[in-house]
C-alpha cells in the first residue's frame, strides 16, 4: 500500500463548479500535511498547509480527519487557471522534515 | 530571495557518461532533499540531508547515484554511469524545518 494515495483523476469540470479532492495516509503518527500544486513541465509549489482544525484560503478549503487518516481539498468557484495536478503530501512520521508525495490528482477546469 | 537554484533546466547524456547536477537551497534552509519525477513513479524521494549531514538515502536507486552536500550552500547529485532508464526531472527542495519544501525548476536529464 502507498504511503499517500490520491484518486488521478482527471476531474474536468466547468469554471464555475465547486470540485473535491481526497487523500487517504498510511501512517497514523504524520503530524504535517499540505497541498501543492504543480503545473505541466513545472515545479510543485505549495498551496496550503493542512491543519486540524481545517482551515481555508479565499476558494481553497483544505480539511484533515485524523481518525480516518483522510485529507481533503476544496475548490470554489474554479478558473480556467486552477487547472494543474493536485499533490497531497504527509511527513513520514520520526522527525528530520522527511515529506512523502501522493501521485497527485489532476484537474481540467474548461470554459 | 532567488529560491532554489538547480543547473543545469536540460541535460541530454549517452548512456554510460556521468551526469552531475547541481542545487543552491535557500539560505538559512537547514533540510535538502532530491526527488525524481517521472510518470510512471511520481515523485520519489532519494535522499536528504539535515544541516549538510545525509540523514537517509534508502530512496537512491542503486550504487550508481550518490549525493553529496559539502556545505550548507551546495549540493550535487551524481549518476555514474547513467542509463536511459534514469531520465526524469530531478528536483532539488529545501526546507526551513516545519514547513512545506520549497522546490527548485528541475533538471530535465535525458539519457539516451
Not at chain 1, 36 to 57: F, I
Not at chain 2, 44 to 56: A, G, M, Q, R, T
Request: charged content about 20%; overall charge neutral.
Amino acid at each position: 500500500r502507498k504511503e499517500v494515495e490520491q484518486d488521478p483523476g482527471p476531474f474536468n469540470v466547468p469554471e464555475g463548479a465547486t470540485v473535491a479532492f481526497n487523500c487517504t495516509y498510511s501512517n497514523s503518527a504524520s503530524q504535517s500535511f499540505f497541498w501543492y500544486r504543480q503545473d505541466c513541465r513545472k515545479e510543485p509549489k505549495l498551496l496550503m498547509s493542512v491543519y486540524s482544525s481545517g482551515n481555508e484560503d479565499g476558494r481553497f478549503t483544505a480539511q484533515l480527519n485524523r481518525a480516518s487518516q483522510y485529507i481533503s481539498l476544496l475548490i470554489r468557484d474554479s478558473k480556467l487557471s486552477d487547472s494543474a495536478t493536485y499533490l497531497c503530501v504527509v511527513d513520514r512520521a520520526g522527525g528530520y522534515n522527511k515529506l512523502i508525495f501522493g501521485a497527485g490528482t489532476r484537474l481540467a477546469v474548461h470554459p | 530571495d532567488a529560491g532554489v537554484i538547480q543547473s543545469p533546466r536540460h541535460e541530454v547524456t549517452e548512456m554510460g557518461q556521468e551526469v552531475t547536477l547541481r542545487c543552491k537551497p535557500i539560505s538559512g534552509h537547514n533540510s535538502l532533499f532530491w526527488y525524481r519525477q517521472t510518470m510512471m513513479r511520481g515523485l520519489e524521494l532519494l535522499i536528504y540531508f539535515n544541516n549538510n549531514v545525509p540523514i537517509d538515502d534508502s530512496g537512491m536507486p542503486e550504487d550508481r547515484f550518490s549525493a553529496k552536500m559539502p556545505n550548507a550552500s551546495f549540493s550535487t547529485l551524481k549518476i555514474q554511469p547513467s542509463e536511459p532508464r534514469d531520465s526524469a526531472v530531478y528536483f532539488c527542495a529545501s526546507r526551513p524545518g516545519g514547513h512545506g519544501y520549497t522546490f527548485g525548476s528541475g533538471t530535465r536529464l535525458t539519457v539516451v
